[in-house]
T-cell receptor, first 111, second 114 residues
Framework: GESVGLHLPTLSVQEGDNSIINCAYS??????FIWYKQESGKGPQFIID?????DKRQGQRVTVLLNKTVKHLSLQIAATQPGDSAVYFC??????????FGKGTTLSVSS | KAGVTQTPRYLIKTRGQQVTLSCSPI?????VSWYQQTPGQGLQFLFE???????NKGNFPGRFSGRQFSNSRSEMNVSTLELGDSALYLC?????????????FGEGSRLTVL
């Protein structure tokens, strides 16, 4: 798999590889963190979230890791497929306030 | 269950005009948020409505306004359009006021200002 240490606007992987998309967040008081996927011509779609009292959460083929010490969030996608090609956004939120989105990462999967 | 519906999907306006965008949330959802998406700035929060009241507001000029009706449908208005207002305007709904992060987005209204 391929990983990036800092946020990069684009990530290209081969089908079947594992992908890691990183995100730095700004507010240490945020209660939860979310990953959204946006396909071309569509609105963002919720993938997975994690609360601030957790450091890892797994979904179907996806895992989100939270490192509060360095205010870092990552999304791992296992066995990346062409259908995973999209722009991925991280977002942070706190109860009663609006979600704040980070810069997106465009994931391109080639077969 | 129908998703979030935004109308119109595409529109072209000229500088100085005004525009109204509409959003119908998922049935039963009472919270509606609006975001502006541009290539340079990404997704920026405009405002959030819950039970017809504006609960949160982003850092946009007063030319941007919105409202929510008793059936939870929402509209946003941009007056005196500027070239920089060209963007994809996204509406998102949730069951309750944002506190879990799971927003359901529509496909957006793409506004082009000439």
């Amino acid at each position: 798999g391929e990983s990036v240490g800092l946020h990069l606007p684009t990530l290209s992987v081969q089908e079947g590889d594992n992908s890691i998309i990183n995100c730095a967040y700004s507010n240490s008081a945020s209660d939860y963190f979310i990953w959204y996927k946006q396909e071309s011509g569509k609105g963002p779609q919720f993938i997975i979230d994690i609360r601030s009292n957790m450091d890892k959460r797994q979904g179907q083929r996806v895992t989100v890791l939270l490192n509060k010490t360095v205010k870092h969030l990552s999304l791992q996608i296992a066995a990346t497929q062409p259908g995973d090609s999209a722009v991925y956004f991280c977002a942070e939120g706190k109860a009663g306030t609006a979600l704040i989105f980070g810069k997106g990462t465009t994931l391109s999967v080639s077969s | 269950k129908a998703g979030v519906t935004q109308t119109p999907r595409y529109l072209i306006k000229t500088r100085g005009q005004q525009v109204t965008l509409s959003c119908s949330p998922i049935s039963g959802h009472r919270s509606v948020s609006w975001y502006q998406q541009t290539p340079g700035q990404g997704l920026q929060f405009l405002f959030e409505y819950f039970s017809e009241t504006q609960r949160n507001k982003g850092n946009f000029p007063g030319r941007f306004s919105g409202r929510q009706f008793s059936n939870s449908r929402s509209e946003m208005n941009v007056s005196t359009l500027e070239l920089g207002d060209s963007a994809l305007y996204l509406c998102a709904s949730s069951l309750v006021q944002t506190n879990t992060g799971e927003l359901f987005f529509g496909e957006g209204s793409r506004l082009t200002v000439l």
